[in-house]
């Protein structure tokens, strides 16, 4: 990878900031914004409908790209507004019936736990959550035993908490659930973009994933894989727009074949667009450059922490590119004021975010930091040494 060039892409680094929040919303390359402002300006002299006809062609490359990027096809993509709207939609597609049972994670993201809580309440839908071995990598014998006492509905596993950099075994787990053919969701919003996914290896039925994050794409973008195998058995959302399915009478509708029945219709075209062209850039880059890159990246500056003396919370024989850390005694706002003042830019996670993981370590929140492919080992260096200062 030449840095110098993906450096020169970017023009929010032009302040001599040290962009450090990947894992929250990234710094976008400048054909990502400028495709979005040209379409944008479409918009405004031919009116949307026309904007669309005119680049229906490369509208269409979404689905292409995005299959190169996860290894699937094309058939199976369908463009979300968001992580959790893809997320939703793959819930909502699965006929939950009382007494029903869920298996996901301690570790899994908080509007997940929140919406099985909220299926458990509404729908007596039952939730259990595998344990952790001691080294905190998922218990995958606790797993299979869960499957085989309650024959879940669903397995549902986010691929990286966003409250930590552990990376979650997803290919062992999917093995599992293809084993006792149970529906197997992904929760890849963290991956996707830093790391590769290839949904063949994972064997999972739904994969979700935003454009915001490491895929370093707009707001409002996101996607949502399909398997060949529910697709063929008809698996939709459970509201349905003409995006979906035919009018073919009165009281009945045709599914459409592909992953496009999980669209709504109206979205917005030039933030598809933008991500379009997030997606051909990392895959350009190439997810394998990307991921040794992001590894040893996230390793020095992990390294680095401890040789400072702070307390790192990233546990797992596994980490990514999340990194997060506080002080000895469990301080977080010098740490924030001291990277404030110096133009890093970071996020805080507090225990309200994360509750099973942080009540474990016994902790009220963590600064993280999240490097990606575009950061530079001296950039680490320089944020290692200011924090070194506190």
Same mark, same amino acid.
């Given at each position: 990878?030449?840095?110098?060039?993906?450096?020169?892409?970017?023009?929010?680094?032009?302040?001599?900031?040290?962009?450090?929040?990947?894992?929250?919303?990234? #710094?976008?390359?400048?054909?990502?914004?400028?495709?979005?402002?040209?379409?944008?300006?479409?918009?405004? @002299? *031919?009116?949307?409908?026309?904007?669309?006809?005119?680049? +229906?062609?490369?509208?269409?490359?979404?689905?292409?790209?995005?299959?190169?990027?996860?290894? /699937?096809?094309?058939?199976?993509?369908?463009? +979300?507004?968001?992580?959790?709207?893809?997320?939703?939609?793959? &819930?909502?597609?699965?006929?939950?019936?009382?007494?029903? /049972?869920?298996?996901?994670?301690?570790?899994?993201?908080?509007?997940?736990?929140? %919406?099985?809580?909220?299926?458990? !309440?509404?729908?007596?839908?039952?939730?259990?959550?595998?344990?952790?071995?001691?080294?905190?990598?998922?218990?995958?014998?606790?797993?299979?035993?869960?499957?085989?006492?309650?024959?879940?509905?669903?397995?549902?596993?986010?691929?990286?908490?966003?409250?930590?950099? #552990?990376?979650?075994?997803?290919?062992?787990?999917?093995?599992?659930?293809?084993? *006792? =053919?149970?529906?197997?969701?992904?929760?890849?919003?963290?991956?996707?973009?830093?790391?590769?996914?290839?949904?063949?290896?994972?064997? /999972?039925?739904?994969?979700? +994933?935003?454009?915001?994050?490491?895929?370093?794409?707009?707001?409002?973008?996101?996607?949502?894989?399909?398997?060949?195998? @529910? #697709?063929?058995?008809?698996?939709?959302?459970?509201?349905?727009?003409?995006?979906? +399915?035919?009018?073919?009478? *009165?009281?009945?509708?045709?599914?459409?074949?592909?992953?496009?029945?999980?669209?709504?219709?109206?979205?917005?075209?030039?933030?598809?667009?933008?991500?379009?062209?997030?997606?051909?850039?990392?895959?350009?880059?190439?997810?394998?450059?990307?991921?040794?890159?992001?590894?040893?990246?996230?390793?020095?500056?992990?390294?680095? #922490?401890?040789?400072?003396?702070?307390?790192?919370?990233?546990?797992?024989?596994?980490?990514?590119?999340?990194?997060?850390?506080?002080?000895?005694?469990?301080?977080?706002?010098?740490?924030? !004021?001291?990277?404030?003042?110096?133009?890093?830019?970071?996020? %805080?996670?507090?225990?309200?975010?994360? &509750?099973? =993981?942080?009540?474990?370590?016994?902790?009220?929140?963590?600064?993280?930091?999240?490097?990606?492919? *575009?950061?530079?080992?001296?950039?680490?260096?320089?944020?290692?040494?200011?924090?070194?200062?506190?």
């Amino acid at each position: 990878m030449d840095i110098n060039k993906l450096r020169a892409d970017i023009r929010g680094l032009e302040d001599g900031k040290i962009f450090l929040n990947n894992a929250g919303s990234s #710094l976008m390359p400048k054909i990502v914004v400028d495709s979005m402002t040209e379409y944008s300006h479409q918009e405004e @002299l *031919y009116g949307g409908y026309e904007a669309a006809h005119i680049n +229906a062609h490369m509208l269409e490359q979404f689905y292409d790209e995005t299959a190169k990027l996860i290894n /699937c096809k094309s058939s199976n993509i369908a463009f +979300a507004t968001s992580a959790t709207d893809a997320y939703a939609k793959a &819930l909502s597609s699965i006929i939950f019936k009382e007494g029903d /049972c869920i298996i996901t994670t301690a570790d899994d993201y908080i509007s997940n736990q929140i %919406v099985f809580i909220s299926l458990q !309440k509404n729908l007596k839908v039952k939730v259990f959550r595998t344990k952790n071995l001691p080294d905190n990598e998922l218990d995958l014998e606790d797993m299979e035993n869960l499957i085989r006492e309650h024959h879940p509905k669903l397995v549902a596993v986010t691929h990286i908490p966003t409250n930590s950099g #552990l990376i979650q075994d997803v290919e062992a787990v999917g093995k599992i659930c293809r084993q *006792y =053919d149970i529906l197997y969701l992904v929760d890849a919003c963290q991956s996707v973009g830093q790391m590769v996914v290839d949904v063949q290896k994972i064997g /999972c039925d739904f994969l979700t +994933a935003t454009g915001r994050k490491f895929m370093r794409g707009p707001r409002g973008t996101g996607f949502l894989y399909v398997s060949d195998r @529910l #697709l063929e058995q008809s698996y939709a959302p459970l509201l349905l727009d003409m995006r979906g +399915a035919h009018w073919s009478e *009165y009281d009945d509708y045709e599914l459409f074949q592909t992953a496009k029945r999980f669209e709504h219709w109206e979205i917005s075209y030039a933030s598809l667009l933008g991500f379009i062209e997030a997606v051909k850039y990392a895959n350009a880059v190439g997810m394998k450059n990307i991921e040794e890159y992001n590894r040893k990246l996230s390793e020095k500056l992990r390294a680095d #922490l401890q040789d400072n003396g702070f307390q790192t919370w990233d546990i797992g024989n596994h980490l990514s590119s999340i990194v997060t850390f506080c002080s000895q005694d469990g301080d977080l706002e010098n740490i924030q !004021k001291v990277l404030k003042k110096n133009n890093v830019f970071f996020s %805080v996670t507090y225990k309200n975010s994360a &509750l099973i =993981d942080f009540t474990k370590k016994n902790i009220d929140g963590i600064v993280r930091l999240s490097p990606h492919y *575009y950061n530079t080992s001296k950039e680490v260096e320089t944020v290692s040494g200011i924090l070194k200062s506190i």
